[in-house]
Protein backbone atom coordinates (compact mmCIF):
# COMPACT_ATOMS: atom_id res chain seq x y z
CA UNK A 1 0.00 0.00 0.00
CA UNK A 2 2.85 2.40 0.53
CA UNK A 3 4.51 1.47 -2.52
CA UNK A 4 1.52 2.05 -3.96
CA UNK A 5 1.13 5.65 -2.50
CA UNK A 6 5.15 6.14 -3.50
CA UNK A 7 4.66 5.12 -7.14
CA UNK A 8 1.34 7.41 -7.29
CA UNK A 9 3.32 10.50 -5.82
CA UNK A 10 6.13 9.89 -8.26
CA UNK A 11 3.73 9.72 -10.94
CA UNK A 12 2.36 12.86 -10.33
CA UNK A 13 5.55 14.70 -9.72
CA UNK A 14 6.38 12.97 -13.49
CA UNK A 15 3.43 14.68 -14.85
CA UNK A 16 3.65 17.91 -13.43
CA UNK A 17 7.01 17.67 -15.04
CA UNK A 18 5.57 17.17 -18.09
CA UNK A 19 2.80 19.84 -17.80
CA UNK A 20 4.85 22.30 -17.04
CA UNK A 21 7.45 21.28 -19.94
CA UNK A 22 4.47 21.39 -22.63
CA UNK A 23 2.71 24.86 -21.17
CA UNK A 24 6.54 26.76 -21.41
CA UNK A 25 6.50 25.40 -25.31
CA UNK A 26 2.95 26.30 -25.56
CA UNK A 27 3.46 29.76 -24.15
CA UNK A 28 6.66 29.91 -26.39
CA UNK A 29 4.72 29.42 -29.63
CA UNK A 30 3.34 33.11 -30.84
CA UNK A 31 -0.39 32.97 -32.35
CA UNK A 32 -2.15 34.46 -35.36
CA UNK A 33 -5.59 35.19 -36.07
CA UNK A 34 -7.11 36.99 -39.31
CA UNK A 35 -10.35 38.41 -39.57
CA UNK A 36 -12.42 39.72 -42.07
CA UNK A 37 -12.90 36.86 -44.36
CA UNK A 38 -11.83 36.18 -47.59
CA UNK A 39 -11.43 38.17 -50.77
CA UNK A 40 -13.96 37.54 -54.07
CA UNK A 41 -13.00 39.52 -56.42
CA UNK A 42 -16.07 41.07 -58.52
CA UNK A 43 -16.35 38.81 -61.22
CA UNK A 44 -14.14 40.35 -64.48
CA UNK A 45 -16.29 41.15 -67.43
CA UNK A 46 -16.45 43.22 -70.51
CA UNK A 47 -17.77 46.13 -68.33
CA UNK A 48 -13.59 45.98 -66.64
CA UNK A 49 -12.27 46.72 -70.66
CA UNK A 50 -10.57 49.73 -70.37
CA UNK A 51 -11.78 51.23 -73.43
CA UNK A 52 -14.53 48.81 -74.81
CA UNK A 53 -13.54 46.73 -77.99
CA UNK A 54 -10.05 47.15 -78.32
CA UNK A 55 -8.60 47.45 -75.68
CA UNK A 56 -7.32 45.46 -72.36
CA UNK A 57 -8.80 44.61 -69.07
CA UNK A 58 -8.28 46.72 -66.40
CA UNK A 59 -5.04 45.08 -65.13
CA UNK A 60 -5.33 45.97 -61.14
CA UNK A 61 -8.11 45.31 -58.79
CA UNK A 62 -7.81 46.31 -55.01
CA UNK A 63 -9.91 45.07 -52.13
CA UNK A 64 -10.31 47.47 -49.31
CA UNK A 65 -7.92 48.51 -47.30
CA UNK A 66 -8.51 47.07 -43.83
CA UNK A 67 -11.18 45.06 -44.74
CA UNK A 68 -8.96 41.68 -43.59
CA UNK A 69 -7.32 42.24 -40.03
CA UNK A 70 -4.53 40.02 -38.68
CA UNK A 71 -3.89 39.80 -35.00
CA UNK A 72 -0.62 38.90 -33.64
CA UNK A 73 0.43 37.42 -30.63
CA UNK A 74 3.66 36.78 -29.11
CA UNK A 75 4.62 34.33 -26.81
CA UNK A 76 3.99 35.81 -23.33
CA UNK A 77 6.21 33.80 -21.39
CA UNK A 78 9.06 33.54 -24.43
CA UNK A 79 12.33 34.79 -24.06
CA UNK A 80 12.12 38.70 -24.10
CA UNK A 81 11.86 40.83 -26.63
CA UNK A 82 9.41 38.27 -27.46
CA UNK A 83 9.68 39.46 -31.02
CA UNK A 84 8.24 37.86 -33.87
CA UNK A 85 8.39 37.50 -37.54
CA UNK A 86 5.48 36.58 -40.01
CA UNK A 87 5.83 34.95 -42.98
CA UNK A 88 3.36 35.16 -46.20
CA UNK A 89 2.87 32.07 -49.33
CA UNK A 90 -0.05 31.20 -51.66
CA UNK A 91 -1.35 27.70 -52.10
CA UNK A 92 -3.14 27.70 -55.36
CA UNK A 93 -5.85 26.11 -55.99
CA UNK A 94 -6.29 27.09 -59.53
CA UNK A 95 -4.43 29.94 -60.63
CA UNK A 96 -3.30 31.59 -63.54
CA UNK A 97 1.02 32.09 -63.28
CA UNK A 98 0.39 35.32 -65.00
CA UNK A 99 -1.61 36.77 -61.92
CA UNK A 100 0.44 39.28 -59.11
CA UNK A 101 -1.01 38.56 -56.15
CA UNK A 102 0.20 41.61 -53.25
CA UNK A 103 -0.16 42.25 -49.75
CA UNK A 104 1.05 45.04 -48.05
CA UNK A 105 -0.23 46.12 -43.98
CA UNK A 106 -1.85 49.66 -44.21
CA UNK A 107 -1.81 50.15 -40.82
CA UNK A 108 -0.01 49.34 -37.29
CA UNK A 109 -3.02 47.70 -35.41
CA UNK A 110 -3.23 48.08 -31.66
CA UNK A 111 -1.90 46.67 -29.05
CA UNK A 112 1.23 46.40 -26.57
CA UNK A 113 3.90 46.14 -28.76
CA UNK A 114 4.89 47.36 -32.31
CA UNK A 115 5.10 45.93 -35.97
CA UNK A 116 7.69 46.81 -38.50
CA UNK A 117 7.90 46.40 -42.51
CA UNK A 118 5.14 45.33 -44.80
CA UNK A 119 4.03 48.68 -45.74
CA UNK A 120 4.63 48.27 -49.36
CA UNK A 121 2.97 46.24 -51.80
CA UNK A 122 5.24 42.58 -51.46
CA UNK A 123 4.23 40.00 -54.47
CA UNK A 124 3.29 36.61 -52.78
CA UNK A 125 4.53 33.26 -54.10
CA UNK A 126 4.86 30.07 -53.40
CA UNK A 127 6.93 29.68 -50.79
CA UNK A 128 7.32 31.34 -47.32
CA UNK A 129 9.01 35.47 -47.47
CA UNK A 130 8.85 37.43 -44.76
CA UNK A 131 5.91 39.81 -44.86
CA UNK A 132 6.84 41.96 -41.18
CA UNK A 133 7.95 41.60 -38.17
CA UNK A 134 6.60 42.35 -34.57
CA UNK A 135 6.92 42.53 -31.00
CA UNK A 136 4.31 41.36 -28.21
CA UNK A 137 0.99 41.27 -29.31
CA UNK A 138 -1.02 43.77 -31.63
CA UNK A 139 -4.14 42.95 -32.89
CA UNK A 140 -6.80 44.39 -35.86
CA UNK A 141 -3.39 45.11 -38.39
CA UNK A 142 -5.46 46.20 -41.39
CA UNK A 143 -4.37 44.44 -44.50
CA UNK A 144 -4.70 45.64 -48.33
CA UNK A 145 -4.39 42.91 -50.57
CA UNK A 146 -3.78 43.87 -54.92
CA UNK A 147 -4.36 41.83 -58.20
CA UNK A 148 -2.15 42.61 -61.06
CA UNK A 149 -1.32 41.60 -64.33
CA UNK A 150 -4.85 40.75 -65.28
CA UNK A 151 -5.35 40.61 -68.94
CA UNK A 152 -7.23 39.11 -71.67
CA UNK A 153 -4.64 36.96 -72.77
CA UNK A 154 -5.84 34.81 -69.48
CA UNK A 155 -8.71 32.28 -70.36
CA UNK A 156 -11.89 32.54 -69.03
CA UNK A 157 -12.51 30.40 -65.57
CA UNK A 158 -12.67 30.87 -61.69
CA UNK A 159 -8.98 31.25 -59.89
CA UNK A 160 -8.69 30.64 -56.44
CA UNK A 161 -5.75 30.51 -53.79
CA UNK A 162 -4.96 30.75 -50.31
CA UNK A 163 -2.79 33.08 -48.67
CA UNK A 164 -0.97 31.85 -45.91
CA UNK A 165 0.16 33.90 -43.14
CA UNK A 166 2.89 32.48 -40.39
CA UNK A 167 4.22 33.82 -37.30
CA UNK A 168 7.39 32.77 -35.93
CA UNK A 169 9.44 33.47 -33.02
CA UNK A 170 12.44 34.98 -33.33
CA UNK B 1 3.32 -2.30 -11.32
CA UNK B 2 0.07 -1.70 -12.46
CA UNK B 3 -0.47 1.18 -11.11
CA UNK B 4 2.76 2.65 -13.21
CA UNK B 5 1.79 0.82 -16.20
CA UNK B 6 -1.46 3.19 -15.58
CA UNK B 7 0.49 6.09 -15.14
CA UNK B 8 2.58 5.45 -18.11
CA UNK B 9 -0.21 5.52 -20.34
CA UNK B 10 -1.97 9.12 -18.75
CA UNK B 11 1.40 10.49 -18.84
CA UNK B 12 1.50 9.97 -22.55
CA UNK B 13 -2.13 10.56 -23.28
CA UNK B 14 -1.86 14.18 -21.83
CA UNK B 15 1.43 14.33 -23.93
CA UNK B 16 -0.30 14.04 -26.71
CA UNK B 17 -3.45 15.82 -25.94
CA UNK B 18 -1.63 18.79 -24.64
CA UNK B 19 1.26 18.32 -28.09
CA UNK B 20 -2.19 18.49 -30.43
CA UNK B 21 -3.26 21.26 -28.64
CA UNK B 22 -0.37 23.33 -29.32
CA UNK B 23 -0.53 22.32 -33.04
CA UNK B 24 -3.88 23.45 -32.97
CA UNK B 25 -2.99 26.48 -31.01
CA UNK B 26 -2.14 28.20 -34.90
CA UNK B 27 0.93 29.40 -35.50
CA UNK B 28 -0.67 29.81 -38.89
CA UNK B 29 -3.73 31.23 -40.61
CA UNK B 30 -5.27 31.56 -44.05
CA UNK B 31 -8.02 32.65 -46.70
CA UNK B 32 -9.04 32.98 -49.64
CA UNK B 33 -8.46 34.97 -52.96
CA UNK B 34 -10.93 34.02 -55.53
CA UNK B 35 -11.57 35.77 -59.01
CA UNK B 36 -13.59 35.10 -61.85
CA UNK B 37 -13.31 35.66 -65.47
CA UNK B 38 -15.83 35.59 -67.60
CA UNK B 39 -15.87 35.02 -71.24
CA UNK B 40 -15.12 38.67 -72.95
CA UNK B 41 -15.93 39.10 -77.03
CA UNK B 42 -16.45 42.33 -77.56
CA UNK B 43 -15.84 43.93 -80.99
CA UNK B 44 -16.99 47.66 -82.39
CA UNK B 45 -16.93 49.56 -85.42
CA UNK B 46 -15.16 53.41 -84.38
CA UNK B 47 -16.10 56.01 -87.12
CA UNK B 48 -19.73 56.97 -88.82
CA UNK B 49 -20.87 55.23 -92.30
CA UNK B 50 -19.07 55.48 -95.39
CA UNK B 51 -20.09 56.95 -98.55
CA UNK B 52 -18.33 56.38 -101.63
CA UNK B 53 -19.01 58.40 -104.98
CA UNK B 54 -17.92 57.35 -108.01
CA UNK B 55 -17.65 60.33 -110.05
CA UNK B 56 -14.70 60.39 -112.66
CA UNK B 57 -13.41 58.21 -114.98
CA UNK B 58 -10.90 58.43 -117.91
CA UNK B 59 -12.54 58.76 -120.76
CA UNK B 60 -12.23 55.34 -122.69
CA UNK B 61 -12.08 53.78 -119.27
CA UNK B 62 -14.62 52.69 -116.70
CA UNK B 63 -15.35 55.07 -114.19
CA UNK B 64 -12.53 54.93 -111.36
CA UNK B 65 -12.77 53.24 -108.26
CA UNK B 66 -13.45 54.75 -104.70
CA UNK B 67 -11.70 53.93 -101.93
CA UNK B 68 -12.03 54.97 -98.22
CA UNK B 69 -9.56 53.60 -95.32
CA UNK B 70 -9.86 56.21 -93.37
CA UNK B 71 -13.58 56.79 -92.07
CA UNK B 72 -14.21 53.57 -89.97
CA UNK B 73 -11.97 51.14 -87.61
CA UNK B 74 -12.65 47.96 -86.10
CA UNK B 75 -11.86 46.84 -82.88
CA UNK B 76 -12.36 43.57 -80.90
CA UNK B 77 -11.20 42.28 -77.70
CA UNK B 78 -11.30 38.06 -76.79
CA UNK B 79 -10.23 36.45 -73.92
CA UNK B 80 -11.03 33.53 -75.92
CA UNK B 81 -9.42 31.11 -78.12
CA UNK B 82 -10.06 30.33 -82.15
CA UNK B 83 -12.31 33.33 -83.13
CA UNK B 84 -13.15 34.68 -86.30
CA UNK B 85 -14.38 38.10 -87.91
CA UNK B 86 -17.28 37.75 -90.67
CA UNK B 87 -18.74 40.06 -92.72
CA UNK B 88 -22.23 40.01 -94.45
CA UNK B 89 -24.12 42.45 -95.88
CA UNK B 90 -28.00 42.63 -96.12
CA UNK B 91 -27.61 42.94 -99.73
CA UNK B 92 -27.07 39.99 -102.19
CA UNK B 93 -23.68 40.81 -104.10
CA UNK B 94 -25.88 39.68 -107.07
CA UNK B 95 -28.58 41.82 -106.53
CA UNK B 96 -26.01 44.98 -106.05
CA UNK B 97 -25.88 47.29 -108.55
CA UNK B 98 -22.37 48.05 -108.07
CA UNK B 99 -19.10 46.50 -106.74
CA UNK B 100 -18.47 46.88 -102.95
CA UNK B 101 -15.42 45.04 -101.32
CA UNK B 102 -14.08 45.28 -97.99
CA UNK B 103 -10.46 44.27 -96.46
CA UNK B 104 -9.03 44.64 -93.42
CA UNK B 105 -5.80 46.59 -93.56
CA UNK B 106 -2.81 47.71 -90.93
CA UNK B 107 -4.21 45.05 -89.22
CA UNK B 108 -2.76 43.59 -85.30
CA UNK B 109 -4.57 40.88 -83.37
CA UNK B 110 -5.28 38.57 -86.43
CA UNK B 111 -4.76 37.25 -89.86
CA UNK B 112 -7.07 39.65 -92.58
CA UNK B 113 -8.14 37.40 -95.63
CA UNK B 114 -8.25 38.50 -99.23
CA UNK B 115 -11.03 41.51 -99.93
CA UNK B 116 -14.08 40.39 -99.72
CA UNK B 117 -17.37 40.94 -101.78
CA UNK B 118 -19.56 41.12 -98.80
CA UNK B 119 -23.29 39.50 -99.36
CA UNK B 120 -25.53 37.93 -97.30
CA UNK B 121 -23.85 34.88 -96.59
CA UNK B 122 -21.27 35.40 -94.13
CA UNK B 123 -17.81 35.48 -94.70
CA UNK B 124 -14.25 35.06 -92.93
CA UNK B 125 -12.83 38.77 -93.06
CA UNK B 126 -10.29 38.29 -90.23
CA UNK B 127 -8.67 35.17 -88.95
CA UNK B 128 -6.74 33.49 -86.26
CA UNK B 129 -7.94 35.92 -83.34
CA UNK B 130 -7.35 34.74 -79.74
CA UNK B 131 -7.34 36.05 -76.35
CA UNK B 132 -6.46 39.22 -77.84
CA UNK B 133 -7.00 42.70 -78.32
CA UNK B 134 -7.20 43.76 -81.81
CA UNK B 135 -7.72 46.52 -84.73
CA UNK B 136 -7.61 47.57 -88.56
CA UNK B 137 -8.37 49.70 -90.76
CA UNK B 138 -11.88 49.23 -92.87
CA UNK B 139 -11.26 49.60 -96.35
CA UNK B 140 -14.00 49.83 -98.54
CA UNK B 141 -13.59 50.02 -102.56
CA UNK B 142 -16.65 50.64 -104.65
CA UNK B 143 -16.23 49.83 -108.26
CA UNK B 144 -18.99 50.70 -111.50
CA UNK B 145 -18.68 49.85 -114.96
CA UNK B 146 -20.40 52.39 -117.60
CA UNK B 147 -22.92 49.73 -118.17
CA UNK B 148 -24.10 49.47 -114.55
CA UNK B 149 -25.27 53.19 -115.30
CA UNK B 150 -25.86 55.07 -112.57
CA UNK B 151 -27.90 54.38 -108.74
CA UNK B 152 -27.24 53.34 -105.21
CA UNK B 153 -26.67 50.45 -103.19
CA UNK B 154 -27.00 51.03 -99.40
CA UNK B 155 -25.27 47.81 -97.98
CA UNK B 156 -25.68 47.07 -93.74
CA UNK B 157 -22.62 45.20 -93.38
CA UNK B 158 -22.13 43.24 -90.16
CA UNK B 159 -19.14 42.27 -88.82
CA UNK B 160 -19.47 39.21 -86.15
CA UNK B 161 -16.55 37.70 -84.02
CA UNK B 162 -17.47 34.10 -83.63
CA UNK B 163 -15.93 30.51 -83.06
CA UNK B 164 -13.93 29.07 -85.66
Known amino acids: MKKNMKT ?40 DLQAGAGSDLVATYENTAGAILINSASPSGGTPPNTYRIDVKK ?28 TT ?10 FFTGD ?6 PLQFQLAAVSVSISPDSYSTTVTFTIIDI | MKVLKTSFCVIVLLFLFVSAGIILASNTDNHTVTVTVTAINELEIIGGNITLTINTATAGSNPDDQTDST ?9 EASKKITILS ?5 SANFTLTAEATSISGGTATAPQTPTTTAADFITGVATTIGTCDL ?26
Open chain 2, 139 to 164: TYVGSATAAEGTGSDAHTITYTLTAV
Open chain 2, 90 to 94: NILAA
Open chain 1, 136 to 141: LDRIII
Open chain 2, 71 to 79: TADLNWTTN
Open chain 1, 91 to 118: VDTTWDATFELSVKRTGDGSGAGSVSGG
Open chain 1, 8 to 47: MLRCSALIAVCLAALSQNACAVPTITMSGGDWTIPTIDST
Open chain 1, 121 to 130: YQQITDTDAQ
